[in-house]
């Protein structure tokens, strides 16, 4: 799918805003890989009364790292909206350029040292992703990086146009499921990592054949649906009893901040196999 007949800014706009989304997640990155095996403070989100209960947990370091980030973000483009998992602040609400923070998706992964996390940098143009940065702590490199990209392309690892190009040899390959289930009928195997933007970011990079999410917020997914769009692939959203293709953020007069729905990404063929057989 092409971009073309999304609304866009300026080239060189667009591309002064990749390059800040990239020093942003960079930045994330570097407050994570420094805080990594250290005591922190965590809290959570559920009951903490009954242990059954404790959901979403959150790090001395989430807060940290959208604070940063906002700094910055409030240096180079002042006049932005931004909107964050952890700071429940909106300097520019109707703005056209949405800035979407996740400092650290997988923070359960994060605090018990499974090496699966990211920090996200999503940014909207009147509701449409236009810019992603998502730094991954593993990567097709086998090393930490930020996948990036601007709308048109092309995707980006650290710099570097990458080449996705698939081994013809595989004949299953593997995809994003919310739920690691055995004998999936989709014609891939299953994989969870808890990280919607790292799954993001391989179906960009190829390493997924595609992933779908059950009802993700929008800083969990602005960032990698950029990637995904940049790079070639499709984006449909689950509205009305049924898979459409996605349309943006959003309808025309709401607040896009608030977007959640179910949503899955991939090539074409793969989407419509999948919503054929939809679990939904």
Known sequence: ???????????????????????????????????????????????????????????????????????????????????????????????????????IDGTANFINSFPLFASSVGVLYRGQPIVGAVWCSASHALEPGVYHAAAGGPLRFNGTPLDSALNPAIRRRLGGEPYARAGAIHGWDGRKTGSAAIECAFVAAGILEMAWFERPNIWDVAGGLALVRAAGGDVIEHRNGSWREFSGFGAVGTDPGRWSAPIALGSRSTLHHFSEQSPL
């Open 1 to 103: 799918m092409t971009q073309d007949r999304f609304p866009q800014p300026e080239p060189e706009l667009l591309s002064r805003i990749e390059s800040v989304a990239v020093e942003l997640a960079q930045l994330g990155g570097a407050e994570i890989r420094a805080a990594l095996g250290n005591l922190l403070r965590i809290k959570y989100k559920g009951t903490e009364e009954n242990p059954m209960h404790l959901k979403d947990p959150v790090s001395e370091i989430d807060g940290r790292v959208e604070a940063l980030i906002r700094d910055r973000l409030g240096e180079a483009f002042p006049t932005h909206d931004i909107v964050g998992e952890e700071i429940d602040h909106r300097p520019s609400p109707g703005h056209d350029f949405l800035w979407a923070v996740d400092p």
